[in-house]
T-cell receptor, first 114, second 112 residues
Framework: DTAVSQTPKYLVTQMGNDKSIKCEQN?????MYWYKQDSKKFLKIMFS???????INETVPNRFSPKSPDKAHLNLHINSLELGDSAVYFC?????????????FGPGTRLTVL | GENVEQHPSTLSVQEGDSAVIKCTYS??????FPWYKQELGKGPQLIID?????GEKKDQRIAVTLNKTAKHFSLHITETQPEDSAVYFC???????????FGKGTSLLVTP
């Protein structure tokens, strides 16, 4: 009964490769997010989707492309991986609309680029 | 854009003492201020939040205060326990469903 799940939990890959991280939420939420946590634990928003539509795209390189096939899923594809992409990536979701919009975070995917 | 400053970066207290973490923000349009707790190897988890129309909110041993004029808000944990040891993040946003701007985190250690 996991609320927000991510796969894989760990991802080790070589520079220049292309990889994807998947996220699924079973909470019926309308809004999903990707955050990046660097080695100093700083959390920064990357993208936000509402009902499968992109609503926030922070200053993230074009090598990062989110895809939302339906409102329960938000995947992150990364092309031409660089050393600086090494981080923990967190997916989150929230109900959307007005009212209480607590963001629920997934367990994270630790990406290591060698 | 919004800039959230958080202090201290590390905090060590004895079990039973109180812990206070302070944050300031720059964007007067921010109206939603959540606090998250992150345990090792896990995702952040919301512990308490406050909106700009409220000055203080309490939930058992945890309380948050907000001074919108001064643009600062604080987390207070009373009667700390070893299981409170974790990294705590403050955040600010224009509303609760929007992207969160996080502070840099406070590593809290509660020693028995």
């Amino acid at each position: 009964d996991t609320a927000v799940s991510q796969t894989p939990k760990y991802l080790v890959t070589q520079m220049g490769n292309d990889k994807s991280i998947k996220c699924e939420q079973n909470l019926g939420h309308d809004t999903m997010y990707w955050y990046k946590q660097d080695s100093k634990k700083f959390l920064k928003i990357m993208f936000s989707y509402n009902n499968k539509e992109l609503i926030i795209n922070e200053t993230v390189p074009n090598r990062f492309s989110p895809k939302s096939p339906d409102k329960a899923h938000l995947n992150l594809h990364i092309n031409s991986l660089e050393l600086g992409d090494s981080a923990v990536y967190f997916c989150a979701s929230s109900p959307g609309g007005t009212g209480n919009n607590e963001q629920f975070f997934g367990p994270g995917t630790r990406l290591t680029v060698l | 854009g919004e800039n959230v400053e958080q202090h201290p970066s590390t905090l060590s207290v004895q079990e039973g003492d109180s812990a206070v973490i302070k944050c300031t923000y720059s964007d007067s349009a921010s109206n939603y201020f959540p606090w998250y707790k992150q345990e090792l190897g896990k995702g952040p988890q919301l512990i308490i939040d406050i909106r700009s129309n409220v000055g203080e909110k309490k939930d058992q041993r945890i309380a948050v205060t907000l001074n919108k004029t001064a643009k600062h808000f604080s987390l207070h944990i009373t009667e700390t326990q070893p299981e409170d040891s974790a990294v705590y993040f403050c955040a600010a946003s224009i509303y609760s469903g929007y992207a969160l701007n996080f502070g840099k985190g406070t590593s809290l250690l509660v020693t028995p």
